[in-house]
């Protein structure tokens, strides 16, 4: 492998957002301060236009790590080795720091939902997951990077919690886990346990970095929707986060109705007055 | 690597009840859906109890979520069309569309590649040669969007072909560039969309259009009909003599040449 875990989780690149096309403009041309950017892998994948020439003036200037939504890790279909190569490929091209994706699966039978469908959380699809994530780690050369994601059901009969699923996975593949607060608040109302006492039973030594987004509220459930400013309830958390963890890098998402990059940039600051960061890696 | 049986099953019933065109409801009482999973055998044995909401309503997130989703996606793409037929009708359409076509691809960018041929065969649509040429134009730009990446041909590399090779010279295209001989004018349609003054769907009449890639812009360019021809010629790998043929004595096809190189629609020249 070319990297480790521990140097992964030891990195601590400071206060994020993510790359969108409505910034491109801004960010070209005003060149802020960014501490690092996050780009959705698939963006930048089959395409030879403007975005690929936007994501190499991006990568020469700040520090990049790549978010992906089609992975399909979960998934009983044959893992996809033309998608992994090319993901690997635009990590060469972007210099990213890691790859990460969802603990979920897109698709069956050759069909792409795009959407991040759950797991049942049974030993069964726990060894089917540590054999893909396995197999995925072996042909990227590098632990994997995974996201808990918002889930709007549970299944029944299932043999693990989330978060013991989640430790269960990691110790068996040593991939890293990327903690989205937001979607543990959005889960722990959704389905009913406690937001607080998840976190501390995450393996933390395990956490890369952190995701932080806003969501809608329905009279029955929470959606998680990035449309939005972060809530106070997963702030706090994201406070408490930083506590059980000691601080990781974290990164802001928003991907609809998507207001001016200093605006975005802002809401993403805001996380300074909840974290503590460790000794952070110096801009490039 | 062998899947478990029972996570195979159960991904393949939850994905027919996302994909449904109906409702999460609908979906599970499909012969599909109760081949795969009982209907009786939802609630409670296959997804868990939750106080506030049944199964089928926590189902039904992700089914609404799935057509909203991809018709945003294909909103995105084919804006024009869905001005034209208004956002329930586009709705429709793309329900069906995702019926024959569902996505299967890792990127969103390939989902409305078989569009325009479905819009095309959509025989009770109104004004369907009109919108499925419209379509084709919509998804020209952004096939030229995301077209590999080229270099175009230097004008020295033209300098360099000796005078008499002129006529067997042959180009290679750059793969962002496109030809469409439409039988309505949909350019002048979509340009007027563009500005915000969009117009009844036009009488039918040619135009001659090139879509490419130049400087990560996509241009769309109206050409005559005979320009159209030498170019089609050029594209097909014809040489340059040949291709010149398809004009009429008279024309400004060297202008026309020139045209075609300093925007960049070739990347090679062969003079054998």
């Known amino acids: 492998m070319t990297a480790t875990l521990s140097s992964l989780t030891s990195t601590d690149l400071g206060i994020g957002v993510g790359l969108r096309t409505a910034h491109y403009g801004a960010i070209l041309e005003e060149k802020p301060q960014v501490d690092f950017f996050e780009i959705l892998s698939e963006n930048f994948m089959h395409t030879g236009g403007r975005p690929v020439h936007v994501l190499d003036e991006v990568a020469a200037r700040y520090r990049v790590v790549m978010h992906g939504v089609s992975m399909n890790i979960g998934s009983t279909d044959p893992l996809d080795r033309a998608y992994l190569r090319e993901l690997k490929a635009l990590q060469q091209r972007c210099k990213a720091r890691w790859i990460s994706d969802h603990i979920c699966w897109t698709g069956v039978d050759g069909n792409n939902l795009h959407d991040l469908l759950p797991l049942p959380y049974t030993k069964a699809a726990l060894r089917h997951l540590i054999e893909r994530v396995n197999a995925v780690q072996d042909l990227l050369e590098q632990p994997l990077v995974l996201e808990n994601p918002s889930t709007y059901l549970q299944f029944a009969g299932q043999d693990f919690t989330e978060t013991q699923f989640l430790t269960e996975l990691v110790n068996a593949t040593g991939c890293g886990l990327l903690m989205d607060v937001n979607n543990v608040f959005v889960c722990a109302s959704n389905h009913g346990f406690d937001a607080e006492q998840y976190l501390r039973e995450v393996p933390w030594q395990h956490v890369v970095y952190f995701h932080l987004a806003g969501h809608s509220v329905f009279e029955t459930h929470r959606l998680d929707t990035h449309d939005r400013p972060v809530c106070d309830e997963v702030w706090q958390l994201y406070r408490l986060a930083n506590e059980l963890s000691g601080g990781r890098s974290t990164m802001l998402e928003w991907d609809a109705d998507i207001p001016s990059f200093d605006a975005v940039h802002a809401e993403a600051r805001k996380a300074e007055r909840f974290r503590s960061p460790r000794d952070m890696e110096a801009a490039s | ?272």
């Open chain 2, 1 to 272: 690597m062998t899947a478990p049986l029972e996570l195979r099953q159960l991904q393949r019933w939850f994905a027919h009840v996302v994909a449904h065109p109906k409702t999460a409801d609908a979906a599970m009482h499909s012969r599909r859906a109760k081949q795969l999973v009982p209907r009786r055998d939802v609630a409670g044995n296959v997804i868990a109890d939750n106080p506030r909401m049944s199964a089928a309503a926590m189902l039904q997130v992700y089914n609404g979520g799935y057509l909203a989703r991809l018709v945003e996606v294909l909103r995105g793409d084919f804006g024009c069309v869905h001005d034209v037929l208004g956002g329930c009708a586009f709705e429709r359409l793309v329900s069906r569309y995702l019926e024959q076509f569902p996505s299967r691809h890792p990127n969103l960018n390939q989902l409305g590649r078989h569009f325009p041929m479905f819009v095309a065969r959509r025989r009770k649509l109104p004004q369907r040669a009109f919108l499925a040429e419209l379509a084709q134009l919509e998804l020209a730009v952004q096939v030229a969007f995301d077209a590999d990446e080229f270099t175009p041909l230097e004008g020295d590399m033209l300098a360099g072909v000796p005078q008499e090779r002129w006529d067997d010279a042959r180009f290679v295209p750059n793969p962002s560039l496109q030809l469409f001989a439409f039988r309505h004018p949909v350019d002048t349609f979509y340009q007027a969309w563009r500005e915000g003054e969009p117009g009844d769907a036009p009488a039918p009449q040619r135009q001659f259009v090139a879509v490419f890639r130049k400087h990560d812009r996509v241009w769309r360019q109206r050409l005559p009909k005979a320009s159209f021809a030498v170019l089609c010629a050029l594209v097909a790998g014809r040489p340059l003599g040949v291709a010149l043929a398809e004009a009429t004595a008279g024309e400004p096809v060297g202008e026309w040449f020139q045209g075609y190189a300093a925007d960049g629609l070739f990347t090679a020249v062969d003079a054998g």
